[in-house]
């Protein structure tokens, strides 16, 4: 079982920047993927990458990339999504998810966080 919970969403200005946190906590962290996947309102569910206890990050979308940062704690309890130059359909909730293997399926990770809202403005 692992519980994770998010935080760091908010509301920014477009061309900003803004860190989300997930800690997590359960058994044998260091054994799961743990990362980001975002709803847009509206819109259908967004893989934007996981990283690994031992290897890379891999999987961000042509709609991030290079924008967005996903780094893993040294402790295994902790991921961050580091999000700079912010435009306004990056609005949607983000949710931090832990599974066992890397997959871009959003439908393959089993722990979710419960959300937080990230609000892009003009």
């Known amino acids: 079982q692992v519980h994770l919970v998010e935080s760091g969403g908010g509301l920014v200005q477009a061309g900003g920047s803004l860190r989300l946190s997930c800690a997590a906590s359960?058994?044998?962290?260091?054994?799961?993927?743990l990362g980001w996947i975002r709803q847009p309102p509206g819109k259908e569910r967004e893989f934007l990458g996981v990283?690994?206890?031992?290897?890379?990050?891999?999987g961000y979308p042509d709609s991030v990339l290079g924008r967005f940062t996903i780094t893993r704690g040294k402790d295994t309890e902790t991921v961050y999504l580091q999000m700079n130059s912010l435009k306004p359909e990056d609005t949607a909730v983000y949710y931090c998810v832990a599974g066992l293997m890397f997959t871009k399926t959003v439908d393959d990770y089993e722990f979710w966080g419960q959300g937080t809202q990230v609000t892009v403005s003009s």
């Open positions: 990283q690994g206890w031992s290897g890379p990050g891999i």
């Open positions: 359960g058994r044998a962290l260091n054994t799961y993927w």
